[in-house]
């Protein structure tokens, strides 16, 4: 028997009330999330995701050095590919927002949603340059819409 807690073990949440995240820590994962991406598209993602947790609390936290087309090649994909690939990444966004308090450093987290965000930008303005920037804002709604 010991009489210190290992320092190892990741910190647990007081209580299963923020089975999900908390609301600050959810807000402040929309901010950086959002932080480089156009102001309609900010504010959607923000209005839509501060909903309760659409998520069942399994983490889909993906590698901080994961490959990814460029923005290059983005340009050179049909409109369609660039939808999935949006979806995609706002899927796995929603997740890393609601990620719970001890399945994820805030460090790994904050690096995560900047990644996040500037990826999606970059669909963004490919889409954005391929189908117009009302077309595209109108599609990245419809997306953000069906992840929840």
Wanted: glycine letters at 4%.
């Amino acid at each position: 028997m010991t009489l210190f807690p290992s320092l190892s073990t990741s910190p647990t949440p007081p209580s299963g009330r923020y089975l999900h995240t908390n609301p600050l820590r959810r807000e402040a994962g929309l901010r950086l999330l959002t932080a480089s991406l156009p102001e309609p598209l900010r504010w959607s993602i923000i209005r839509a995701w501060r909903r309760p947790a659409h998520f069942d609390g399994n983490p889909a936290i993906q590698n901080a050095h994961r490959q990814r087309p460029n923005e290059a090649s983005l340009l050179n994909l049909h409109a369609h590919l660039l939808g999935f690939f949006t979806l995609t990444e706002l899927e796995v966004s929603r997740r890393v927002v609601e990620a719970p308090l001890a399945s994820i450093s805030r460090a790994t987290r904050d690096s995560l949603l900047r990644a996040q965000g500037t990826y999606l930008r970059s669909l963004y303005l490919a889409l954005a340059w391929q189908i117009g920037e009302a077309a595209a804002l109108a599609e990245f709604e419809r997306l953000i819409a069906s992840v929840g």
